[in-house]
């Protein structure tokens, strides 16, 4: 799967690199809500305060990549996860 995404006047593109689901590093989150609006499937939210990942998370790591501070690190798949 491929993507291409204007993020702040900047053309990102690429291929979905499946490198894991993303998990939050809350020590580390600013709570600066930047990867809510960047990821392509919506797969981010908010809820209580928090940044959350969606079952609809591809793995595609744009939200990774793009992190300011790297709060988001990408984990190995769960079993059963495709």
Do not use: N, Q, W
Request: charged content about 25%; overall charge negative.
């Amino acid at each position: 799967m491929t993507f291409s995404l204007d993020v702040g006047g900047k053309m990102m593109s690429g291929r979905a690199s499946r490198a894991g689901v993303p998990e939050l590093r809350e020590d580390t989150c600013l709570d600066c809500g930047g990867c809510l609006g960047i990821c392509p499937h919506e797969a981010l939210d908010l809820y209580e305060g928090r940044i959350r990942v969606l079952d609809s998370c591809t793995e595609c790591d744009l939200c990774v990549r793009l992190c300011p501070v790297d709060a988001l690190v990408s984990i190995a798949s769960p079993a059963g996860r495709a």
